[in-house]
């Protein structure tokens, strides 16, 4: 199993400004995903980071808006750049599915409001 | 393409009634199954999952769910509701894209209430 430290929990942000979100894992993994989760609907994944190389982002994503950092096995970062209310949500960390069974762990989210 | 369906966006019970939340799926080759659950304000708990073996998964918190291979089905069901139980539930199944990453297709939840 795996413990994920999301920080901020919250924050209410202004229109044009940015929040880089942190993700800190109690153990070494190779690669993190990173969700996002507006009002009411179910989890769009944004990008998987692999430690040592770009993000890949999923359709509708992309790196000038969300840029992702992994600059080690334990800890990520995503920044939401210039904000806009569409961006309200929820963003979410994990690690896994893995490559054999496992299943995966979450943060416990940032409920981001902008304004 | 591979896809999860939760046709029902609420599902009301009352407490010590049995609940069942129902999950289809779409998937090429074996499904590998997942079942989370969310509380308000807080990330995604796994609860159980399928792999392979016996139909009748049991997980966390009493729940258990039944894979249907002929019904493509991977309902969540628990004998005796709680009204803590009310929560927000996702059906996942993992899929590989065309680098062999291994992804979650999420349903798009249903919530469940269980009422006093």
């Known amino acids: 199993s795996a413990v994920i430290s999301q920080k901020p929990s919250r924050d209410i942000c202004q229109r044009g400004t940015s929040l880089t979100i942190q993700c800190q894992v109690d153990?070494?993994?190779?690669?993190m995903f990173w969700y996002r989760q507006q009002p009411g609907q179910s989890l769009t994944l944004i990008a998987t980071a692999n430690q040592g190389s770009e993000a890949t982002y999923e359709s509708g994503f992309v790196i000038d808006k969300f840029p992702i950092s992994r600059p080690n096995l334990t800890f990520s970062t995503l920044t939401v750049s210039n904000m806009s209310p569409e961006d309200s949500s929820i963003y979410l960390c994990?690690?896994?599915?893995?490559?054999?069974?496992?299943?995966?762990?979450f943060g416990q989210g940032t409920r981001l409001t902008v304004v | 393409a591979q896809s999860v369906a939760q046709p029902e966006d609420q599902v009301n019970v009352a407490e010590g009634n049995p609940l069942t939340v129902k999950c289809t799926y779409s998937v090429s080759g074996n499904p590998y199954l997942f079942w989370y659950v969310q509380y308000p304000n807080r990330g995604l708990q796994f609860l159980l999952k399928?792999?392979?073996?016996?139909?009748l998964v049991k997980g966390s918190y009493g729940f258990e769910a039944e894979f249907n291979k002929s019904q493509t089905s991977f309902h969540l069901k628990k004998p005796s509701a709680l009204v803590s139980d009310s929560a927000l539930y996702f059906c996942?199944?993992?899929?590989?894209?065309?680098?062999?990453?291994?992804?979650?297709?999420f349903g798009t939840g249903t919530r469940l209430k269980v009422l006093a």
């Open positions: 994990s690690v896994g599915p893995g490559l054999r069974d496992t299943e995966a762990f």
């Open positions: 996942a199944v993992r899929s590989q894209d065309t680098s062999g990453t291994y992804k979650y297709i």
């Open positions: 153990s070494q993994v190779t690669m």
């Open positions: 399928y792999i392979t073996g016996d139909n």
